[in-house]
């Protein structure tokens, strides 16, 4: 099969994760803190109650991450994705029905669960199969939704939480993300670059059919799961993923307990999220460039001083080196992981692995906010949950340098 001239058709893959990542993960993952004040006050609730409901979420998430490679080895890709990219907006309208926290839960079990058919794992599935150059570019700039999304959105939610209440803004989101998404996972995805009668971008040493998948090199999950460096590897997905959380869903109740205006902290939250966007893609490009080490251990390292500069916010401007920095760190978590699986472990059972990587960093996402907001409500303070997670991320640093050159050696072989 040749390459067909013009824009690869892989670049409308990544265009379709990228509106995945801009109105279902962004919506329902990095702007929950915009809604934390008005629903706590309205049903009576803790600030950790409220945060439970993304911990419900991840855990849905982790459920099928964990069973990916049974998923994605028996069903297409973007058959899942399009029935769940139709079931999700329909659940989350119906926060705005809700009447108690515990409803919030049920409906962000089915939210969850779709967000983990439609989200991380298939995303990377599809970006693995379709590149075979620039795959960090690719991921980069699929990732990049979730921040430039959140750069756009957030503003707007939060206004919207001001002027038409919370309820009726939950609504308007519904309707958002199923009136631009469900066209791409109906009409644009595409499981295999067969489909389109092309190799991957960067072509294949051998034509990739529909039937079965060329031979890849790596290691299978059960081989992965007799190597000491992937079980070192989950948890430091499980805390980086823990401290990246927070600091996104975090930022906007933190900026107003500083005194600023709800809609001052908003705006600092999206500054947060375009700044996270930009650095998608840049981390990508580094990825691509200087390898897996050296852009891994750089990434952990902005999470620790974004950590530090945020527990030392006695200034915004200690709050704007806090926004800036944290952007490559939390880009590691989506732009690094994949391209880190795929490293350790090359392709040949990449959606299984993956699944557990993924798995274990929605386990991160499900405690980091919690923690920190209980931390919270213990101390009055976020302060002591930033000095926390710097503390955390900078042993990584070292467990992360330790596991590559196990990992390594070991693909040398």
């Not at 109906?186 to 295999?192: G, S």
């Not at 999206?270 to 750089?298: E, H």
């Not at 926004?323 to 732009?335: H, R």
Request: hydrophobic content about 50%; overall charge positive; some cysteine.
């Amino acid at each position: 099969m040749e390459s067909k001239k013009g824009i690869h058709y892989g670049w409308l893959i990544v265009f379709s994760c990228f509106m995945i990542m801009s109105l279902f993960l962004c919506i329902v993952m990095n702007c929950p803190g915009l809604f934390l004040i008005s629903v706590t006050e309205e049903f009576g609730i803790t600030r950790s109650q409220y945060t439970l409901n993304t911990t419900v979420i991840s855990a849905a998430m982790m459920v099928v991450a964990m069973n990916a490679g049974r998923i994605f080895s028996k069903f297409s890709v973007k058959k899942v994705m399009m029935v769940s990219s139709i079931i999700l907006p329909i659940a989350y309208f119906f926060f705005s029905k809700a009447t108690s926290i515990y409803m919030f839960y049920a409906i962000s079990a089915v939210v969850g669960l779709c967000m983990g058919l439609c989200g991380m794992v298939p995303m990377s599935t599809l970006i693995t199969r379709w590149f075979n150059e620039k795959k960090g570019l690719a991921t980069g700039l699929a990732f990049t939704g979730s921040g430039l999304g959140g750069m756009i959105l957030q503003p707007i939610i939060g206004k919207l939480i001001v002027n038409v209440g919370w309820r009726n803004t939950y609504a308007i989101l519904a309707v958002l993300m199923f009136a631009l998404v469900v066209p791409c996972t109906v009409f644009i995805i595409k499981d295999y670059p067969s489909d389109k009668g092309l190799q991957p971008f960067g072509g294949a040493p051998k034509a990739v059919d529909n039937s079965a998948a060329v031979e890849e090199d790596g290691v299978t999950l059960a081989q992965a799961r007799k190597k000491a460096y992937f079980w070192m590897f989950l948890p430091l997905v499980t805390l980086s993923s823990a401290a990246a959380c927070s600091m996104v869903q975090n930022v906007s109740p933190y900026v107003t307990d500083l005194g600023f205006d709800p809609t001052v902290a908003a705006s600092l939250s999206a500054l947060s999220l375009g700044v996270l966007a930009a650095c998608k893609v840049l981390l990508g490009q580094i990825y691509d460039k200087k390898g897996s080490l050296f852009t891994t251990v750089m990434s952990l390292t902005c999470l620790v001083a974004a950590a530090v500069c945020y527990a030392s916010a006695v200034n915004t401007a200690f709050l704007y080196a806090g926004i800036f920095i944290s952007g490559l760190g939390i880009a590691y978590t989506t732009v690094g992981y994949p391209i880190n699986t795929q490293s350790m472990f090359g392709k040949k059972d990449y959606s299984a692995i993956y699944g557990n990587v993924a798995s274990f960093s929605s386990i991160g996402t499900a405690i980091g906010s919690p923690i920190t907001s209980m931390i919270y409500d213990a101390t009055g303070s976020y302060r002591m949950a930033w000095f926390m997670w710097a503390a955390v991320n900078a042993v990584a640093i070292f467990v992360f340098i330790a596991l590559n050159k196990m990992a390594q050696k070991d693909r040398a072989k």
